[in-house]
């Protein structure tokens, strides 16, 4: 399982890459493990405001929908348009060309709420367990 050390991670398996104003997000390698094949993704609109914890998008696989929420509040700057028509790239590249979204925060410091790859990894070490 990856778990690079440069991104922050939710509890509920979102990444978060900061870059520049923006911050970028998709899901993690052990939640792209758990959904299988992702066969449609459902972004958000860009422009939309997000709160932290809200749900933002929709990955459904072959199994089951799932709600992907916002790490951090702010703006839809971004979104990955590759993904919408290629769903399969969450599965193959989720920290590279499987990225998400990307929002401009409206509140920077809900990104001191996140995990760092140490705690995302004791975190799923201990569900699995």
């Not at 839809?76 to 769903?87: F, H």
């Not at 399969?88 to 996140?114: F, H, M, R």
Request: proline residues 5%; glycine residues 6%; negative net charge.
């Amino acid at each position: 399982m990856q778990v690079p050390e440069d991104l922050l991670y939710t509890k509920t398996h979102e990444w978060a890459r900061r870059a520049g104003g923006e911050v970028a997000v998709g899901i993690t390698s052990h939640a792209q493990e758990e959904l299988r094949d992702v066969v449609f993704v459902e972004l958000p609109k860009v422009g939309r405001t997000v709160k932290q914890g809200e749900a933002v998008a929709v990955l459904e696989s072959v199994k089951a929908a799932f709600d992907i929420y916002a790490p951090i509040s702010g703006s839809v700057s971004r979104i990955n348009d590759a993904v919408a028509k290629s769903p399969q790239l969450v599965n193959q590249d989720c920290y590279g060309g499987g990225w998400l979204y990307a929002i401009t925060p409206s509140a920077p410091k809900e990104l001191e709420s996140l995990l760092p790859a140490d705690a995302y990894t004791k975190q799923i070490q201990a569900s699995t367990h």
